[in-house]
């Protein structure tokens, strides 16, 4: 009989990460103005979009900044993803890791197309990058595509 380790199933946003624009404090490409950045930027341009753990979704909105964005309920932990052209599920959806529940696009203030990919523990903002990193190397998973 095996014995389970592994608590979370985990899957990248996109299909592959290329960073346009890093998480902390940046130069807002609209304003000019040095920012606070919740999140990554990923390239993308109609690219699938892929919940990256097991959740609900808390919502589905129209956002000036973020445009069209989805917010995913883990538990402590929300995943948020932004600037989307067309979402594939409903507030209150069951999505798993590795399922499709958008596709990206350039809504809301936006220079490009991109998706904007943001963590958050409770009340804090966490680096995506570091937050997926660590999740990946205490796991073990497969890429669900």
Do not use: W
């Not at 390239?43 to 609900?56: K, M, P, S």
């Amino acid at each position: 009989m095996k014995t389970i380790i592994a608590v979370y199933i985990v899957c990248l946003p996109l299909k592959s990460l290329t960073v346009t624009s890093p998480f902390g404090y940046r130069i807002h490409p609209l304003t000019g103005r040095m920012e606070y950045h919740n999140g990554v930027d990923l390239r993308a341009n109609h690219d699938t979009v892929y919940a990256v753990l097991n959740g609900v979704v808390r919502s589905v909105r129209a956002d000036v900044a973020f445009g069209t964005a989805i917010s995913l309920d883990h538990g402590e932990v929300t995943t948020i993803y932004g600037h989307l052209y067309k979402p594939l599920v409903r507030p209150r959806d069951s999505v798993s890791a590795g399922q499709s529940i958008a596709i990206s696009g350039a809504t809301g203030q936006v220079t490009a197309a991109h998706l904007h990919f943001s963590v958050r523990y409770r009340r804090c903002y966490l680096n995506p990058l570091n937050f997926l990193y660590e999740i990946f190397k205490t796991t073990n998973h497969e890429q669900k595509f």
